[in-house]
């Protein structure tokens, strides 16, 4: 079955640049999207369509696509960011979703 | 804007049948969007369970797809969810979503989701 893969853990300091990649062979013909999610709460769509930001999401949220690897960037990491994110794609078909397994932000 | 609330029982027994249902208000559900089901083991990671689109087209995770069932009620503008020969592993939050899928444009997100129910598998 098909995977996305992402590092379990990451951990800034507020301020700096965060960056969470997501793995996966069928990356370069379905798009990515990243959802935030923090304790207790339903997820959150921050960025479609490998980079595009939905309204109301803060700027210091940007995507980009290498291949088979996208990436979650966080510029200027505050306290309120630290959450779990999850990428999420389809097949190579388009038809069945897969999420990857999660990272955890630390903001230390 | 949708928004989206899931009901059901909170315990079922091993060997039983999960059953949840997503009422969906502020939109209609033969609206162009799909309707999904996404579940979360505690502290684990997001799994996506299934979708269903208003004219009762489904397409469900290769992995449960022998034991799920999503079906759509248009005059109750809702959407269902039955997960079969349940066991301690499919305790998890149940979320409904409305998930956006246009495959010519390889679109296929969640836009909205509910606040996701508490399912215990136990006796």
């Known amino acids: 079955s098909y995977e996305l893969t992402q590092p379990p853990s990451v951990s800034v300091s507020p301020g700096q640049t965060a960056r969470i990649t997501c793995s996966g062979d069928?990356?370069?013909?379905?798009?990515a999207y990243w959802y935030q999610q923090k304790p207790g709460q339903a997820p959150v769509l921050v960025i479609y369509?490998?980079?595009e930001r939905p309204s109301g999401i803060p700027e210091r949220f940007s995507g980009s696509s290498s291949g088979t690897t996208v990436t979650l960037t966080i510029s200027g990491v505050q306290a309120e960011d630290e959450a779990d994110y999850y990428c999420?794609?389809?097949?190579?078909?388009?038809?069945?979703?897969?999420f990857g397994g999660g990272t955890k932000l630390t903001v230390l | 804007q949708v928004q989206l609330q899931e009901s059901g029982p909170g315990l079922v027994k091993p060997s039983g049948t999960l059953s949840l249902t997503c009422a969906v208000s502020g939109g209609s559900i033969s609206s162009s969007n799909w309707w999904s089901w996404v579940r979360q083991p505690p502290g684990k990671g997001l799994e996506w369970i299934g979708e269903?689109?208003?004219?009762?087209?489904?397409n469900y995770n290769p992995s449960l797809k022998s034991r799920v069932t999503i079906s759509v009620d248009k005059s109750k503008n809702q959407f269902s969810l039955k997960l079969s020969s349940v066991t301690a592993a499919d305790t998890a939050v149940y979320y409904c979503?409305?998930?956006?899928?246009?495959?010519?444009?390889?679109?296929?997100?969640?836009?909205?989701w509910g606040q996701g129910t508490l399912v215990t598998v136990s006796s």
């Open positions: 369509k490998d980079s």
């Open positions: 979503a409305d998930i956006v899928v246009v495959p010519a444009a390889m679109l296929h997100y969640f836009d909205y």
């Open positions: 269903i689109y208003h004219s009762g087209s489904t």
């Open positions: 069928a990356l370069p013909k379905q798009y």
């Open positions: 999420q794609s389809a097949d190579s078909s388009g038809t069945f979703v897969v």
